[in-house]
């Protein structure tokens, strides 16, 4: 018997046999998330405990096994795949609500706890868990704490770092540690570090998260724009105003036409831009800073103005945004998901460059931006797997051009196996070292997550990226 056969059967006793997977019709599954790049693990198990997920990273560092976390597998840039094969950590059985406690407005979880189940489960109480990636339905807490996922309302309410008190984490030794947040000055914040580490310094079993009051009052407002500059002029006057409402998000006229198509959300589709605009608070509060935002976008130059008047229209408001996605997706066999910042005020610069870059690759691209906080996720469309290297090179032309307007390579979605390759073109050296030292000091021997994130030394090749041309089953 292999050691790897061998370390998949003493898997099996200890997890059972249901939850240890090394067919390869069905790790292959796991090879990819909801990017592009693709590499499967070896090995796929489905911990239901923390002690089960020690003896996982246990077996994997007797055999010297990579291992690879994953949630929802809703990841953008191929930060759950596994380019050095390894173990893949399923957190699906993972679960549970272990407490929700209303008079601390904090909730312990299992890592594998989907997104929206915790703000459902809380709901009855008030509260929610603000960061509301649209992945919501599907990502986990965990995917969330490892990604330090944003949203529509990270305008307002902030990214996921913001909402995690402490976590329970399985370090590469297969020790355990809770991580909290520091109360009052000294000592270092590991939480911090944790946070946005893309699976790399530990396994998040557990998470003790903030939960956030639901607002009193809420009001949502469409403003369709006869230009992407009148429609990044009304952004840069309400941020300057000093509002700052829930959600700003912008859409160009590509996604909007195929919003409309698709969800049928009473978006014009003769506009160039619209601003999805939420502004939510008590009630007084909200109606001034509705009428403010209002104001602010007519003298912009908005053709359309409209706002939601009931609950019903809210939701029908968002559900043309919420599934740009799915819009996209039927106007090409693929598209790319980009994401991107750049400062609030060049976004329209911004969107300009990637119209140009667009024409020249030959490839149709719309972009949706979180624009409050100047997050653009721009989509690559193509119909063709013979198009890739074009679609990458696009791409990439889009990621520099965010890095020439002083912005960086990722808002929410992260390094992964994606971007590594630019990394070098946003750190100096320097920084890549520090970065390298920290991840040293967690992981000693590179097995969490490796070939993620942090790309090698100067003078040392950058490995292949993992198989962005994958199998015939992702393009049939
Ligand atoms: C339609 C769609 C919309 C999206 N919208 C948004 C958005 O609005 N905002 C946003 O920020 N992102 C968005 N994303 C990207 C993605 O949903 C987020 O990055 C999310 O946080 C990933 O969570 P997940 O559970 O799916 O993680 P996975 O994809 O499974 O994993 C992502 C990374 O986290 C690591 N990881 C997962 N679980 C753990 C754990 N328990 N411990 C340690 N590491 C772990 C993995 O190793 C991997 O590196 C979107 C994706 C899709 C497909």
């Not at 890549?432 to 967690?442: C, E, G, I, W």
Request: glycine share 10%.
């Amino acid at each position: 018997m292999s050691a790897l056969a061998a370390a998949a059967a003493r898997l099996r006793q200890v997890l059972g046999p249901g939850a240890v997977h090394d067919d390869p019709y069905e790790t292959a599954l796991l090879g990819y998330d909801a990017g592009l790049d693709e590499s499967p693990p070896v090995l796929a198990v489905l911990p239901a405990s923390t002690a089960e997920v020690v003896e996982v990273v246990r077996t994997a560092g007797e055999l010297d096994l990579p291992v690879v976390a994953r949630g929802g597998g809703t990841g953008l840039s191929g930060g759950a795949t596994c380019p050095r094969g390894g173990i893949a950590v399923l957190m699906a059985r993972m679960n549970r609500i272990l407490s929700i406690e209303a008079s601390t407005r904090t909730a312990v979880v299992q890592a594998g706890v989907p997104n929206l189940e915790l703000s459902r489960q809380s709901a009855s109480l008030g509260l929610h868990f603000a960061p509301d990636p649209s992945s919501q339905k599907a990502s986990t807490i965990g995917g969330n704490i490892a990604e330090n996922a944003g949203g529509p309302h990270t305008l307002r309410y902030g990214v996921t770092a913001g909402h995690v008190l402490a976590a329970e984490v399985v370090l590469h030794d297969a020790t355990v540690r809770w991580l909290e947040a520091p109360t009052g000055p000294g000592g270092y914040d590991l939480l911090g570090v944790l946070v946005g580490s893309e699976g790399t310094l530990g396994l998040v079993t557990t998470a003790r998260v903030r939960l956030t009051p639901l607002p009193e009052a809420v009001v949502t407002l469409l403003a369709a724009f006869p230009s992407v500059r009148a429609a990044g002029e009304a952004v840069t006057r309400i941020v300057a105003a000093g509002i700052v409402p829930a959600a700003l998000e912008m859409m160009d006229r590509l996604t909007l036409r195929a919003i409309e198509a698709y969800a049928r959300a009473d978006y014009p589709t003769e506009a160039q831009a619209v601003l999805l605009a939420e502004v939510d608070g008590l009630a007084e509060e909200v109606d001034e800073a509705a009428a403010q935002v209002e104001r602010i976008c007519r003298e912009a130059g908005a053709c359309t103005l409209r706002r939601a008047r009931d609950q019903r229209d809210r939701d029908r408001l968002w559900k043309g945004r919420k599934e740009a996605g799915g819009a996209l997706g039927r106007l090409a066999r693929h598209f790319y998901v980009m994401d991107g910042v750049v400062p609030v005020s060049e976004v329209p610069r911004l969107l300009a460059s990637i119209d140009e870059i667009a024409e020249r690759h030959g490839l149709p691209v719309g972009t949706l931006v979180h624009a409050g906080d100047g997050n653009v996720h721009p989509n690559v469309l193509f119909n063709d797997r013979h198009e890739i290297e074009r679609v990458l090179a696009c791409a990439d032309d889009i990621e520099r051009a965010c890095l020439k307007l002083g912005g960086s390579l990722s808002g929410e979605h992260g390094v992964g196996a994606e971007k590594l390759h630019l990394m070098r073109e946003m750190f100096s050296e320097v920084d890549l070292d520090t970065m390298r030292a920290v991840r040293k000091a967690f992981d000693p021997g590179e097995r969490l997550n490796p070939g993620k994130v942090l790309p090698p030394p100067a003078g040392t090749p950058l490995p292949p990226r993992p198989a962005v041309l994958p199998g015939v089953g992702r393009w049939i």
